[in-house]
C-alpha cells in the first residue's frame, strides 16, 4: 500500500495527468454535471415558490413571525458560540500544551459529545432538570421544600436553557479543530515568544490563540451550522427559532409558500454566515517553515492548578455526554421489553432502510464527483464539487420545503399520464415511498462523503493512472480496479459517517417522511413531545450507541495522530 500512496500529497485529489478527454471521461464530467444540478434543484425550486404571491401571508410573518424568530435565532447563535467558543479552545488548549492528571484520557474522550444529537441532549435535560426530574426531588428531600414556590430554580425550558444544553454537545466542533491548529503551531514561535518573557496567559493571548484563529473560525461555524439546522431541542425547550417557524408554519398554518418565504430568509442568514466565515479567514494564512518538528513547550500543573485543569476537561464530558446516557440507560433499562415491541421494531427497520439506502447513494455520488475532478481537473468540474458540499449547510427543514415542490409535481406529472393512458392512479410514487427522504439525506450529507473520498482519493499518486492509461485502461476500469480497492478503509469510513448522519436527522425526515412512517428520530420526538420520557429512552440510546461508533473512532484517529506527532517532534528534537 505505502508504494503506491503518495502520502505527501496535498487533501485534494491528485491532479491525473492532462490527456485528451474520451468518450467516458466526459461521461463523468456530465455526471458531476448532474449532481450538482440535482443539489441546486431545492434551492431553485424554493426560490420560485417564494416568489410567488401569497397574499398576506408575507406580510403577517414580518409583523408577527420573523422579527421575533429572527432574532431568537441569532441570541441562541451568540450564546451556543461563546460557549462552544470558551469551551472548546480552553480544552485544546489544555490538553495540548498543559501536562495534568487524565490528560491522555481527555485528548480522545472531549469528543465523545459528537454522538448526542442536540434533541436528545435536550430531550433528556428537561427530565433532568424538570421539577419532576432527579435534580429539583433531590433539592426537595434534602433541604425540606415541598412546592416550587418553596425556592428558586432556573426555568430549564427558556432560551438560556437551550443555550447552556446545545453550547455542551457542540463545542467538539471547536475542539477538533483548534487542537489540530495547535498542535500544528511553530515549536520555534512559540520558544521565542517564552525567551523574550511572555507567560502561559500571554503566550496564549498573543501567539497561539492569533495562529489558530481560522482553525476556530471553522470549528465555530460548523457548531453555529448545526445549531440552526436543529429543530428538536428547540421545540423541546419552547424556543422558536427560524427553523421552528418554517415547520409551524407549513404544518400548523398550512401555507407552504409563507414556508418558502421563511426558509429563504433562513438561507440568506446561513449563506451570510458562510461569507463571514471566508471573510474572516481571507488573510490568515501560516506555514510551517521548519522540516523538523520541535517539541511543543508544555507547562506542568500539579497541586490545584492540575485539579483544575482536570475538571475543566471532566465538566464537558459529564454535561454532554456522561449524564444524559446515565439517565437514557436507566429509562431504557426499565423498559427492555419493549425491544420486541412492532412499533419499535418497525421504526428501527424503516431507520436502517433510509439511513443505508442514503449512505450508499452519498458514496457513490461522492465517488462520481471525486473522480470526474480527477479525470478532468478544470473550473467546471471544480464549481461541481463546490456546489455538491454546499448542502451541509442547509439546514434539514429548508431542503425539506425546496425538495418537496418538484418532486410533488413529478408525482403528480406522473399520476396524470397513468390515469390518461392506462386507467389507474399511481399515488405519490417519490413522496410516498421515502424517495424524497433519501434524496434530502443525500444532498444534506454528500459534503461528509464527498470530503472523505476525495482526502483518499488524493493520496493515490497520479503515477498509477499514468501507468493505467499507458497500458489501455479506460476511465471506468482505472476507477474499479485500482482506485477504489486501494481507498477502500475510506469509502467504508464515509459509509459510515454518512450512515449515522442520516440516522440522527431529524427536521427533513419529519417534514418528508410518508403517512405512518417512523424512524427512532421521530419516535424519539414524538414521545418527548408527549412528555412521554420513559417511551422515548430506549430508541434514544439506540441512536445514541449507535453514534458512538464514529466518534471513537474520530477519537482513536485523534488520539493516534496526537502520538505520531509527539513521537515525531521528539525525533526531531534529538537531532
Not at 491548529?181 to 501567539?207: E, I, K
Not at 471573510?279 to 508544555?298: C, G, K, N, V
Not at 482526502?455 to 476500469?477: N, Q
Not at 454518512?498 to 418528508?512: G, R, S
Request: proline share 5%; glycine share 8%; net charge positive.
Amino acid at each position: 500500500m505505502t508504494d503506491v500512496l503518495d502520502h505527501g500529497a496535498a487533501p485534494r485529489a491528485a491532479r491525473a495527468p492532462k490527456t485528451s478527454a474520451t468518450a467516458a471521461d466526459r461521461l463523468w464530467v456530465t455526471a458531476g454535471i448532474v449532481v450538482a444540478a440535482l443539489t441546486l434543484l431545492p434551492i431553485l425550486s424554493l426560490v420560485v415558490l417564494a416568489a410567488q404571491p401569497t397574499g398576506n401571508v408575507w406580510s403577517h410573518l414580518i409583523d408577527t413571525v420573523l422579527p421575533r424568530s429572527l432574532w431568537t435565532t441569532v441570541l441562541l447563535m451568540a450564546g451556543v458560540g461563546a460557549i462552544t467558543l470558551v469551551v472548546g479552545v480552553g480544552t485544546a488548549w489544555l490538553v495540548t500544551m498543559c501536562r495534568f492528571p487524565g490528560r491522555a484520557f481527555f485528548d480522545w474522550a472531549l469528543l465523545i459529545p459528537l454522538a448526542v444529537p442536540t434533541y436528545i441532549i435536550a430531550y433528556t435535560y428537561v427530565e433532568i432538570l424538570d421539577y419532576t426530574g432527579p435534580v429539583q426531588s433531590a433539592i426537595r428531600a434534602v433541604f425540606g421544600f415541598h412546592t416550587a414556590r418553596d425556592y428558586w430554580f432556573p426555568e430549564v425550558r427558556s432560551l438560556p436553557g437551550a443555550i447552556f444544553v446545545m453550547g455542551f454537545v457542540l463545542y467538539p466542533y471547536v475542539y477538533l479543530t483548534t487542537r489540530a491548529s495547535f498542535l500544528l503551531q511553530s515549536a520555534c514561535a512559540l520558544d521565542v515568544s517564552r525567551t523574550l518573557g511572555a507567560g502561559p496567559v500571554r503566550l496564549f493571548l498573543r501567539v497561539a490563540l492569533p495562529l489558530a484563529r481560522p482553525a476556530i473560525v471553522v470549528g465555530v461555524s460548523l457548531a453555529l451550522m448545526e445549531c440552526l439546522n436543529d429543530i428538536g431541542a428547540v421545540t423541546f425547550f419552547g424556543v422558536h427559532t427560524m427553523t421552528f417557524s418554517v415547520y409551524d408554519t407549513w404544518i400548523n398554518r398550512s401555507s407552504l409558500a409563507g414556508a418558502a418565504q421563511l426558509a429563504c430568509a433562513m438561507l440568506a442568514l446561513v449563506f451570510a454566515l458562510l461569507w463571514i466565515e471566508r471573510h474572516a479567514r481571507r488573510r490568515q494564512r501560516f506555514h510551517i517553515t521548519s522540516s523538523r518538528y520541535l517539541a511543543l513547550p508544555s507547562y506542568a500543573l500539579g497541586g490545584v492548578r492540575g485539579l483544575a485543569a482536570t475538571l475543566a476537561c471532566a465538566v464537558p464530558i459529564l454535561i454532554g455526554f456522561v449524564f444524559p446516557a446515565a439517565l437514557l440507560a436507566d429509562y431504557a433499562s426499565r423498559r427492555l421489553e419493549d425491544l420486541a415491541s412492532p412499533q419499535l421494531l418497525a421504526a428501527v427497520g424503516n431507520t436502517l432502510t433510509l439511513s443505508i439506502s442514503a449512505a450508499l447513494l452519498t458514496v457513490v455520488i461522492g465517488i462520481v464527483l471525486t473522480f470526474a475532478q480527477r479525470v478532468r481537473t478544470n473550473a467546471l468540474t471544480r464549481l461541481c464539487g463546490r456546489i455538491a458540499s454546499i448542502g451541509y449547510a442547509i439546514p434539514g427543514t429548508v431542503l425539506a420545503v425546496g425538495i418537496l415542490i418538484p418532486l410533488a409535481q413529478f408525482d403528480n406529472f406522473i399520476d396524470g399520464v397513468a390515469r390518461s393512458t392506462f386507467g389507474f392512479s399511481t399515488g405519490l410514487l417519490l413522496v410516498g415511498s421515502g424517495t424524497a427522504l433519501v434524496y434530502a439525506y443525500m444532498v444534506r450529507f454528500l459534503a461528509v462523503a464527498y470530503g472523505q473520498v476525495e482526502g483518499g482519493l488524493g493520496k493515490v499518486t497520479p503515477h498509477l493512472d499514468m501507468a493505467a492509461r499507458t497500458l489501455g485502461r479506460s476511465s471506468g476500469k482505472l476507477l474499479f480496479e485500482i482506485h477504489l480497492p486501494l481507498i477502500r478503509p475510506v469509502l467504508m469510513t464515509a459509509l459510515l459517517l454518512a450512515f449515522v448522519d442520516c440516522m440522527k436527522e431529524l427536521p427533513a425526515t419529519i417534514l418528508l417522511r410518508p403517512f405512518n412512517f417512523e424512524t427512532l428520530a421521530t419516535t424519539v420526538y414524538n414521545a418527548a413531545s408527549r412528555e412521554a420520557f420513559g417511551e422515548g429512552a430506549l430508541p434514544a440510546l439506540l441512536i445514541v450507541l449507535v453514534g458512538l461508533v464514529p466518534a471513537i473512532m474520530l477519537a482513536r484517529t485523534s488520539a493516534r495522530t496526537f502520538r505520531d506527532r509527539s513521537s515525531t517532534r521528539k525525533t526531531g528534537q534529538g537531532r
